[in-house]
């Protein structure tokens, strides 16, 4: 059985999507964009899979950091390992934007919030 992605009809709709979704979500690059699934499918048919649900559309660069257990720092936009998770509600206390399931914030960022600025 061929893979999904070899396919035309699926390559046509990856082309499709990524031209409504045509940014990486976590560096706003527009070059060399790839859908990153959030949830690895059961199987190379899966519906979803194959539908594009719960996909993150990411640069190479980012996809491969993301890949490495890497997050984004909502604040300054680095890579990191190991930050700061905060909920929805410490995201609004602190100031900043609340855009994705869970948010991370590096050491150096969280420190300039007030909430951060309680633990120096």
Not at 11 to 27: A, H
Not at 51 to 56: A, Q, R
Not at 86 to 92: R, S
Request: proline share 2%.
């Amino acid at each position: 059985m061929r893979k999904p992605w070899g396919l035309v009809s699926w390559r046509k709709r990856r082309e499709d999507f990524l031209k409504t979704r045509n940014k990486c979500e976590w560096c706003g690059s527009t070059e060399k964009l790839t859908i990153d699934h959030n949830k690895k499918p059961n199987t190379q048919n899966d519906k979803d899979y194959l539908d594009f649900k719960d996909v993150t559309v990411l640069c190479n660069r980012c996809a491969y950091a993301r890949l490495k257990g890497f997050k984004l720092c909502i604040s300054c936009h680095h890579y990191i390992k190991y930050g700061i998770y905060l909920t929805k509600q410490e995201c609004i206390n602190t100031g900043l934007i609340w855009k994705r399931k869970v948010h991370a914030v590096c050491w150096e960022c969280f420190f300039k919030t007030p909430m951060g600025k309680k633990f120096k």
